[in-house]
């Protein structure tokens, strides 16, 4: 009988202990995931409860840590990544947006972040930057085919469809002053 009870308390404490170590494995895995690549609150809280072992309140909490130690911060994810983008290639505001919306960050963090970095490069800049290199690589549009095909390159880096004619025009007024 002794034993039994022995046996109950036993169970017991690594039922107690158990919860602890989920803890601390959930948040090591948290600490892995985030020195991969940053990532936001929902990619990053989605990765922890893919794992069948993973508890939706001790997720919280580990995240709620992250949070308080600086780790995870949708605002500076946003900002970064969008400073990032701009710096690597030339996007538009929209093509942007939809990418900072895949990673699941809140649509007013997406605002602040895309004002904060066109405020620094402004998307007129960026697209004569997408025009100047596409024109080196496939020279002016001399026909409406490749006038079209330019078009629908600016539209899939995501500027605004004003921007572009407007752009469009004003290199149609070059090619005629020539």
Same mark, same amino acid.
């Given at each position: 009988?002794?034993?039994?009870?022995?046996?109950?308390?036993?169970?017991?404490?690594?039922?107690?202990?158990?919860?602890?170590?989920?803890?601390?494995?959930?948040?090591?895995?948290?600490?892995?995931?985030?020195?991969?690549?940053?990532?936001?609150?929902?990619?990053?809280?989605?990765?922890?409860?893919?794992?069948?072992?993973?508890?939706?309140?001790?997720?919280?909490?580990?995240?709620?840590?992250?949070?308080?130690?600086?780790?995870?911060?949708?605002?500076?994810?946003?900002?970064?990544?969008?400073?990032?983008?701009?710096?690597?290639?030339?996007?538009?505001?929209?093509?942007?947006?939809?990418? #900072?919306?895949?990673?699941?960050?809140?649509?007013?963090?997406?605002?602040?972040? #895309?004002?904060?970095?066109?405020?620094?490069?402004?998307?007129?800049?960026?697209?004569?930057?997408?025009?100047?290199?596409?024109?080196?690589?496939?020279?002016?549009?001399?026909?409406?085919?490749?006038?079209?095909? #330019?078009?629908?390159?600016?539209?899939?880096?995501?500027?605004?469809?004003?921007?572009?004619?407007?752009?469009?025009?004003?290199?149609?007024?070059?090619?005629?002053?020539?």
């Amino acid at each position: 009988m002794k034993r039994a009870a022995e046996r109950g308390d036993e169970a017991e404490s690594r039922r107690a202990v158990a919860p602890e170590r989920l803890r601390e494995r959930i948040f090591q895995r948290a600490l892995n995931i985030l020195a991969a690549r940053p990532r936001s609150e929902a990619m990053l809280r989605e990765r922890l409860l893919a794992k069948p072992w993973a508890d939706a309140t001790l997720v919280d909490e580990c995240i709620a840590k992250l949070k308080q130690l600086g780790y995870v911060n949708d605002a500076t994810f946003a900002e970064s990544y969008a400073n990032y983008r701009l710096t690597a290639r030339p996007v538009g505001r929209q093509r942007l947006a939809r990418e #900072l919306a895949n990673k699941r960050v809140a649509r007013q963090t997406i605002d602040r972040a #895309l004002d904060c970095a066109y405020e620094e490069t402004s998307e007129e800049v960026l697209i004569d930057r997408a025009i100047a290199k596409r024109l080196r690589l496939h020279g002016r549009p001399t026909d409406r085919p490749s006038a079209k095909r #330019l078009f629908d390159h600016l539209m899939r880096l995501g500027f605004g469809y004003d921007l572009i004619v407007r752009k469009l025009r004003e290199l149609q007024a070059e090619v005629s002053d020539e």
